[in-house]
Structures are given as structure tokens and as C-alpha cells.
């Protein structure tokens, strides 16, 4: 059981939300003689018969002239069984960002409803906003339940009406709890009032309710953080966003795409750490020297975020100055990284009462929530925020006033918009004389991949089948002549081949593709988007060992790399990923040109 | 029950190192505030262990009342040699001897809210643009909504409009030269977790801590320590007792408690069952009025 739970909680005072909170912290003893005397002193002066348990979490005089919460105030108390971190947040809709605040970091969410009222248009907002903000646990607290009679029928209402709600949420682990927080039925004990009621006090549920798998364990993400450097050693330290890293761990580092291992994993004060997790800060020493710095992420090779500067996200907004509008530059905190971002298109703007879509929004205020398409100046390493809250979170500071004017969640990168259409044609591909497919044949530079997409070509054509070579060395003189060799050029590069290879397939020739496309990641979209299509794809690995390659070196290109006047070179200094389930793999013992060639069309074939 | 997870006060101390780390990253001229009391000795241990194997990359500053315990003067002096790093020292008397601020006088007249203007004045003269602070949220009511960023205008001023939401573990730390912010990495600490690390880690602390003899009188119902910056008055009788402080601050105003928990594991077994706030139970100054210190973090106060 992880030791500490961040509760978020939203509601009005109309709610009893203070009254459940004072309850709490009074009925598990977390309230000191000191503060519970000062709240009697002034329940006292106001008047009041017994003491308001609900002034014991008003903070800023400010509020307390106003009679309400304008901000997220955080209460901290504990049981034998745990530790409990509450960020507490108003619950109207002009405190939204306050609400969204508190979630961020949340584990659960305590959602209040009146019994009286029902599921109201607060309510669903806010479990609408735990939703949104990644919040898997939500609690139901139906309070009031003293004023309703203690009806177990008026408690079954409610729980169906939100339960049909909470369909439409991405909320996996739901709880309703019939409460009475001004007597304290079942808050955190059980009390006699409603004997129908089975299921553990909300203080029980809060000690039991299992969080620890919610963390990302599977994608290892380090953000590097800050680079220590002390005589020879040098550390790059940062947080764990998600998986587990491990001494002797291969690593990539991003952007560059440089993969070495990992040679020691440090905790505070130098004590190693034999696996590293989530939310653990370390510091990691490399194999190799490599130029890493803030802003840079550490994964394993075989799992990537995605890198990408043109974006779809969520954003809230939180200035009440200046409003979100497309077109305006800001500057966009990630993880450890921050860079210069405009906001390039408002898709809808989302009604967070009724979820309904208004696409002809043009702009977002104060506590408005969005849809957006983002570009960066630098792509961003993310995954979905679904996925990593760490790595699918950022905000946007207005870089005039520095204030933070936005929380976002990145949802990918970007998708065409609705203004792009298919249109469809009026000759199906059976009624094409000949039926296409892609042969892609993937190694190292050398490896003898050319040579055998030649012969197949020359083959297909002497057979009557249509077939056209796309050679990774002719493209780049034409269509992908504006593309380096940085890590995205080559995602690029292997994109746009993978795009004009699906589109002669589908007009019925075959496409045989000669490419390093060194990163499987890569590859398997290109696949995916063949078989979305319906087209047959072949992945073929020209598996010709390094020192082969090296060895024949037919464009004499190994020798300048090694020489250091290439740089981003497959093998020598970037990464190439092999294939993990190919459909083919030829090595150089394997036979003469012709003969590998017959191999893959035999598979072709079949 | 699966593995990979770290116990409360790692997840606390983690949560410490990355606010530290990005602090050192992203500003110019940090400095953490070391008065020699245990949530800035906790705070200096977590700062130098995020930077481990390198020195700690930053000072450390004492606003120094003139009216300390004379055991924790002697604990700051031996905690910065042992640990290697740079003290400042900002003396309240400078203040006063330049006429800046002007002595309390009477009863009850202490010099901690003089310690603003010298704490500002310093981070003026050293162009500091982040001071870490070992404020805690559970402290005190106004202390439950500040930020982990706090930030402080070119007055020093703390206003409560333009504090910046803090989402997930970004903090925008951006500032314009005059500006700065206040850092509180120690902010979802509690008393407990703080007594609960000194025993894990087995931290040094000033001997004030721990259960000790002293003569003692009692005013306004707190138990007050006789030394040369306080006698008691008349009708206020002195008599010794065996106390322990939960906090050190100013001498004047830094009240005891009746104990005999003379280690850390003691003292946490005595915090865990305690029923009255360290700052009720022990310090005058934050009994002031109610919005006693909502108005000093208006006016800069740590």
C-alpha cells in the first residue's frame, strides 16, 4: 500500500465540502486542541450553537470577508494505514482552474453531491474535470443524507443518474458513499443511521483504495533535469516520469537518437539504486560520452515517446487578463524542457457542464476549456497525457507577463483536421488490372539491400508484374531533398517513403523499397498504414553484420564516418533498430542476389 | 501488492530533490535560508544530498536576530563546516545600528519582524533571485495555499493575486531582475515526516531539541526560556524544568515544552501523539492576531 494518497477535492460550501473536510480531520483526530479552540472561538462569536467545523479550513482573510475559497489549499493528516495529502478547491465554475490545479497531481477525487439536489451541473464538472485531468479514482460522497430521511431508495437514485453519467468519462474505479458530514455518519465511522449501507466509511475507503498501479511502469522516461558534474564523474539527474531503469540498461538518448547504457543509477546522497521507478529523482551515469543536457530524455530504444512539433491537446484556461487565441506565441513548459509555442488552431471549445463541442468558438477565457493544435519551435518528447500525466503534461506562460496562462494535456501529435476530406474514387482497386503490394527491405548502409531490390524489380518487370524501385538514395535527391539525417529527418524520410510506397500499391504496382530506415517504430507505422489500406506489406531485414558492411563499404561513406566527417551515421554513431517480427531475413551467406530475390518473391507469392 | 514503492518520506524527499535540482537549473542566484532550526537543517540535508557527489551548488544564509540560542550559533558554525558550504550572515543590528528599523520597546517586544528588512536587503545587496525557505503548508492556515514557487514582487512583497497555479511538478520560476521567488521545497511536509526523517537519517541537531534542564518562567500561558535576551518580569517566577523546544527562533519569543523525549525516535513518538500545533503550542509571535501571518508574508516575511 503506497504510504501517501493525494486527495483532490471540489465542491461548494452549499455542499458541506468544509464541513466533510473539518469532519475528517476532526473525527480521525488530525485537528490539534489549539486549532479546534480557535475554531470554537470564532463559531462562538458568530453565534453559532456547536462548533462550525467547516471554519477550520478557511485560510486567506480574504476569503474569509468573502465567505468563500478562491484557491487550492492544501491539508495534510494521517492514520496508522496512511498519509493523506487533500488539495481542497472551490467548486464553481469561475474557480475551474483551481479545481484543475488540485487534480493535476490527485490520485482521487472526492466529488460531493447534495442528496437533496441530485446530480447537479457542479457535480459533473467536476468529475468531468478528474476525468480530464487523469484522475482514476473517483469517490462519490452523497451528503446531506440526514435531510433525505436516510433514504437507501434516494441514495440508489442518485448513484444510477451518475453512474450513466460517468459512462461517458474516462474513469475506471468508482465509489458512492452515503455520507452526513455535519453528524459524521460514515465519514470516517460507520454510524447507525443507515444499517443498508455495506460498503466501508469514506476514511476506510480512502485507506484501502489502490493506486500504486496508476503509474506508468512500462515506458522508461527520464527527463534529464540538471547535469552533476564533479571531477570525472559526470551525472544527469532528473525525476522518473515512468518504467524502471536499471544498471546495465541500453538507453537512448533524445533528441540526438545516441544509444549507450547505463552504467550506475544513484539516489539522493549518492545511495545506488539497483531499479529505478516513478516518482524517484536519480541521477544516472552513461557508458559513453555523450553531449546530454536539460531538456533531453533518457528510453530504452525499443520504446520511444513521440517527437513531434505539430500537436493536439487539451488546454484550460487560467488568465483572467488576456484570453487564448490562435495565433498568439507562448512559451510552453514540458517536463524539463521549455520552448516557444503558438497556438495554431482552436478546433471547439468544450462546454464543461453538457461536454458539448462549440466548433465555432474562436477564442478561450478564464476557466474555458479547449481543444487546440500547438506548434513548438522544438518537438516536443511526449506521450499522450492517457498514457503519462509526466510526459503528457504541460503548461503555457505568457512570455510578456510570465504568468502561467494555461494547463494543457497533449492527446498526440497532430491528426489531419476535419477540413481535410477523402474523396472517393470511381474505380475500386479490383477493377485495376493488376493488384499492388510493398516489398520493404530494411539494413544497414551495405548491406547489400540495394543490389537485391534491384534483381527484384528486374524480375517483377520480366514476369509482367508492374513494379517501381524506390531507392532511399534517389529520394532524398528529389523528394525528401529538404531532409537531413537528425533523428526526425529520418522518421520524416521513412514516412514519406512508406506514404508514396502504399499509394503505387494501391494503383497496383509493386513498390520495392531499398531503405536503412534504422528505427522500428518507424517501420511498423508504415506497415500500419498499409494495412489499414488493406495492402499487402513485406518487411524484409538485410540482416549483414556490421563488420561486413564496413568491410565492403561500397560508397566509401563507413570510412568517412569513421574518420568523423560524416556525423548521424547508422551503426557507427546512431542507432539502427532491427525488426522484431520480420517477414524475411537474408543474411549474406544466404546465396547469390538473384537467389535472395527469388526468396522474397516466393513470399510474395504466397 | 506490487513493488516499486517508495516509503513516505522518499516519496517527500524525491519530491524535495526535484524542486532543489530545478531551482539550481533554472536561476541565477539561489541561496537557501539556514537558521540552524530543524526544518532548515532538514532542508540543507536534502539540498546537499540532491547534488551529490558535487558541492552543494549555492549558499546558505542566516538573518541573524542577535537573539539567538547561543547553542544553535555554535551548530550553524559546525553543520557549514562539516557539510562544506558558504554561510552568509545578515545581521538584524546592522539594520538597526543604520537606523533602517527601530527596536520594539516593552513586553513581549521581539526582533523577529525586523528580520524582513535585513532578509530583503541581503537578497538586494547578493542579487539572490530564488531563497529557499523551510516553510512547511501544515504550519499555519495562511501557509495552506502557498505555493512551492512563491512568487515575491521587486518589493518583496507577497501578493496573494499573483501566485501562479503549480500543476503536475512544473513550476514557472520566471522572473524580472528585482523579482524573486521563494522556494519552499519542504512545503507538503509535516512535523512528523520531518522528526520521522531526522531519525531515519540520523541528522545533527542543535541540543535545544531534546529534553534538558533549564530555568524556565511561564507568560501567557507559554513556558518561556531565561536567558541573557529575556528575564522575567515581576510575578513571573522562574523555576527549572526539564523542556525541549520544538522550535528555535528568536529567544525571545521561542517558547518550550515540558519533556523528557531526548532522542529524534522520542521526539516522533511524542509528535505523533501530540494534540496542539508546534506554533501554538511555542510561538508568540504567530499569536499575534489571527491574519498575523497572512499581513507579515504580505510584507516579506519567510
Redesign the interface.
Given at each position: 500500500?503506497?504510504?501517501?494518497l493525494r486527495v483532490a477535492t471540489a465542491g461548494s460550501v452549499d455542499d458541506g465540502k468544509s464541513t466533510l473536510i473539518g469532519r475528517l480531520l476532526h473525527d480521525s483526530k488530525a485537528l490539534?486542541?489549539?486549532?479546534l479552540a480557535?475554531v470554537e472561538r470564532t463559531s462562538r462569536d458568530r453565534g453559532a450553537g456547536g462548533p462550525d467545523l467547516a471554519l477550520v479550513?478557511?485560510?486567506?482573510?480574504?476569503e474569509r470577508e468573502q465567505g468563500i475559497t478562491i484557491?487550492?489549499?492544501?491539508?495534510?493528516f494521517?492514520t496508522p494505514a496512511r498519509?493523506f495529502?487533500l488539495a481542497d478547491t472551490p467548486g464553481h465554475v469561475q474557480y475551474t482552474?483551481?479545481t484543475?490545479?488540485g487534480a493535476?497531481?490527485a490520485d482521487v477525487a472526492l466529488i460531493l453531491v447534495d442528496a437533496r439536489k441530485g446530480v447537479v451541473e457542479q457535480c459533473r464538472r467536476h468529475a468531468f474535470l478528474a476525468s480530464l485531468l487523469g484522475v482514476g479514482h473517483l469517490v462519490l460522497c452523497v451528503n446531506k443524507m440526514d435531510l433525505v430521511g436516510w433514504s437507501r431508495e434516494r441514495f440508489e437514485e442518485i448513484k444510477d443518474d451518475f453512474a450513466r453519467f460517468a459512462t461517458r468519462l474516462d474513469v475506471h474505479d468508482l465509489t458512492f458513499v452515503p455520507i452526513s458530514a455535519l453528524h459524521g455518519d460514515n465519514v470516517v465511522h460507520r454510524g447507525a443511521a443507515m444499517p443498508w449501507y455495506e460498503g466501508p466509511s469514506l476514511l476506510h475507503h480512502l485507506e484501502q483504495v489502490h493506486v500504486?498501479?496508476d503509474?506508468n511502469?512500462i515506458d522508461v522516461r527520464l527527463p534529464v533535469?540538471?547535469v552533476?558534474?564533479?571531477g570525472d564523474?559526470r551525472g544527469y539527474?532528473?525525476?522518473m516520469a515512468g518504467g524502471?531503469l536499471k544498471p546495465g540498461d541500453e538507453v537512448l538518448v533524445l533528441p540526438s537518437g545516441f544509444s549507450t547504457t547505463v552504467r550506475a543509477v544513484?539516489g539522493?546522497?549518492?545511495v545506488p539504486v539497483a531499479?529505478a521507478?516513478p516518482?524517484?529523482?536519480v541521477?544516472v551515469e552513461l557508458a559513453d560520452e555523450l553531449d546530454v543536457g536539460?531538456g533531453d530524455l533518457l528510453c530504452r530504444p525499443g520504446n520511444r515517446p513521440h517527437a513531434d512539433g505539430d500537436l493536439d491537446a487539451m488546454v484550460c484556461w487560467?488568465s483572467e487578463h488576456a484570453g487564448l487565441e490562435p495565433g498568439s506565441h507562448y512559451?510552453l513548459?514540458?517536463t524539463?524542457s521549455e520552448t516557444a509555442a503558438t497556438v495554431a488552431e482552436l478546433d471547439y471549445r468544450l462546454d464543461v457542464n453538457t461536454l458539448h463541442r462549440d466548433e465555432t468558438a474562436t477564442g478561450l477565457s478564464l476557466n474555458e476549456i479547449g481543444r487546440v493544435r500547438l506548434r513548438t519551435r522544438r518537438p516536443l518528447l511526449f506521450d499522450p497525457y492517457r498514457r503519462n500525466?509526466?510526459t503528457g503534461?504541460?503548461?503555457l506562460?505568457d512570455p510578456v507577463t510570465?504568468?502561467?496562462v494555461a494547463?494543457g494535456m497533449l492527446t498526440g501529435p497532430r491528426r489531419p483536421g476535419r477540413s481535410v476530406v477523402w474523396q472517393s474514387a470511381a474505380v475500386t482497386r479490383e477493377q485495376r488490372p493488376t493488384q499492388g503490394a510493398t516489398i520493404w527491405l530494411t539494413g544497414l548502409s551495405g548491406s547489400g539491400k540495394s543490389t537485391i531490390a534491384v534483381e527484384l524489380e528486374r524480375r517483377l518487370v520480366a514476369l509482367g508484374r508492374p513494379a517501381y524501385l524506390l531507392d532511399g538514395d534517389n529520394l532524398r535527391h528529389g523528394l525528401n531533398a529538404d531532409l537531413g539525417f537528425s533523428a526526425r529527418d529520418r522518421t520524416e524520410n521513412v514516412r514519406r517513403a512508406g506514404e508514396v510506397a502504399r499509394l503505387f500499391a494501391d494503383a497496383g504496382v509493386v513498390a520495392v523499397v531499398s531503405l536503412i530506415s534504422p528505427y522500428r517504430a518507424g517501420r511498423d507505422r508504415v506497415r500500419a498504414v498499409h494495412e489499414a489500406a488493406g495492402l499487402p506489406f513485406v518487411e524484409v531485414y538485410v540482416d549483414t553484420p556490421l563488420e561486413v558492411c564496413e568491410a565492403r563499404d561500397p560508397k566509401g561513406l563507413y570510412a568517412r564516418a569513421r574518420a568523423g566527417e560524416l556525423t548521424g551515421f547508422t551503426g557507427i554513431d546512431t542507432p539502427y533498430e532491427p525488426p522484431a517480427a520480420p517477414d524475411l531475413v537474408l543474411h549474406p551467406g544466404d546465396g547469390d542476389p538473384a537467389t535472395l530475390a527469388a526468396r522474397v518473391l516466393a513470399l510474395l507469392e504466397r | 501488492m506490487t513493488g516499486y514503492e517508495l516509503s513516505q518520506s522518499g516519496v517527500l524527499e524525491a519530491e524535495a530533490v526535484h524542486v532543489f535540482r530545478e531551482v539550481a537549473a533554472t536561476f541565477e542566484r539561489p541561496v537557501l535560508l539556514f537558521s540552524g532550526g530543524k526544518d532548515s537543517v532538514v532542508m540543507l540535508h536534502v539540498a546537499v544530498r540532491a547534488f551529490w557527489p558535487a558541492p552543494l551548488p549555492f549558499p546558505v544564509l542566516h538573518v541573524d536576530t542577535g537573539h539567538n540560542f547561543d547553542e544553535v550559533l555554535e551548530f550553524r558554525d559546525r553543520a557549514v563546516r562539516e557539510l562544506g558550504v558558504r554561510l552568509l550572515v545578515g545581521r538584524v543590528q546592522d539594520d538597526l545600528d543604520a537606523g533602517r528599523v527601530v527596536e520594539e520597546r516593552g513586553r513581549g517586544a521581539s526582533r523577529n519582524r525586523l528580520q524582513t528588512v535585513t532578509l530583503l536587503r541581503m537578497i538586494r545587496e547578493h542579487s539572490f533571485d530564488a531563497v529557499f525557505g523551510g516553510a512547511r503548508r501544515d504550519e499555519e492556515k495562511a501557509r495552506a495555499k502557498e505555493r512551492v514557487f512563491s512568487f515575491r514582487d521587486e518589493f518583496g512583497q507577497w501578493d496573494p493575486r499573483r501566485q501562479r497555479p503549480e500543476l503536475w511538478n512544473l513550476y514557472n520560476g520566471r522572473h524580472r531582475k528585482g523579482e524573486h521567488i521563494r522556494v519552499f521545497p519542504l512545503s507538503n511536509w509535516t512535523e512528523l515526516d520531518v522528526w520521522s526523517y531526522i531519525a531515519a537519517e540520523r541528522i545533527a541537531l542543535p541540543s535545544l531539541y531534546f529534553a534538558h534542564r533549564r530555568r524556565v518562567f511561564q507568560r501567557d500561558g507559554m513556558l518561556l526560556a531565561c536567558s541573557r535576551h529575556l528575564a522575567p518580569e515581576a510575578g513571573e517566577e522562574p523555576y527549572e524544568a526539564v523542556v525541549r523546544f520544538r522550535t528555535v527562533g528568536d529567544a525571545t519569543c521561542t517558547g518550550c515544552v515540558e519533556s523528557p523525549a531526548a532522542t529524534p525516535e522520542e521526539v516522533v513518538a511524542e509528535v505523533a501523539a501530540s494534540r496542539v500545533t508546534e506554533r501554538g503550542a511555542t510561538r508568540a509571535d504567530d499569536r499575534i492576531s489571527e491574519a498575523g501571518m497572512e499581513d507579515r508574508k504580505k510584507e516579506g516575511y519567510f
Open positions: 500500500m503506497p504510504p501517501l490539534f486542541t489549539d486549532q480557535a479550513t478557511d485560510g486567506l482573510r480574504a484557491d487550492v489549499a492544501y491539508r495534510y494521517a498519509k495529502i482552474r483551481n484543475v490545479t493535476s497531481t500504486a498501479s503509474r511502469l533535469q540538471y552533476i558534474r564533479a564523474f539527474a532528473g525525476t524502471v544513484w539522493p546522497g549518492g531499479e521507478f516518482p524517484q529523482a541521477t536539460r487560467f512559451l513548459r514540458h524539463t500525466r509526466t503534461g504541460f503548461v506562460i510570465q504568468d502561467t494547463a | -
